[in-house]
Nanobody, 125 residues
């Protein structure tokens, strides 16, 4: 499975961006997909996950502002980000796991088998 993230850029606080993650290869082997982010000097942070079947978990810091979705025909996962804040500035990564992860496990980077290359989001104040 290969993942390719795109859509990052520079946006003012309060603005919106939509990230995309195109999956190729044996995508049927993945059961959970997710977005993580990593700000400069910080560890990689969970943003949102979606389990095959529809169960979604959001980090509290983005709940109500970010929305995960997918287009199965295009094999693409999206992250719609609204009301962006400077603290959302980070490199955003998409990830996929073979496992159908339970809620307590979705934030653990070790649970994911595949990672995209990351796309930079910069939110100016």
């Amino acid at each position: 499975v290969q993942l390719q993230a795109s859509g990052g850029g520079l946006v003012q606080a309060g603005g919106s961006l939509r990230l995309s993650c195109l999956a190729s290869g044996d995508t049927f082997v993945t059961s959970t997909t997710a977005w993580f982010r990593q700000a400069p000097g910080k560890t990689r942070e969970f943003v949102v996950s979606r389990r095959r079947g529809g169960s979604i978990n959001y980090a509290s810091s983005v709940k109500g502002r970010f929305t995960i979705s997918r287009d199965n025909v295009k094999n693409t996962m999206y992250l719609q980000m609204n009301s962006l804040k400077p603290e959302d500035t980070a490199v955003y990564f998409c990830a996929a796991s073979h496992s159908s992860l339970i809620s307590s496990a979705v934030a653990d980077t070790n649970e994911y088998d595949y990672w995209g290359q990351g796309t930079l989001v910069t939110v100016s104040s």
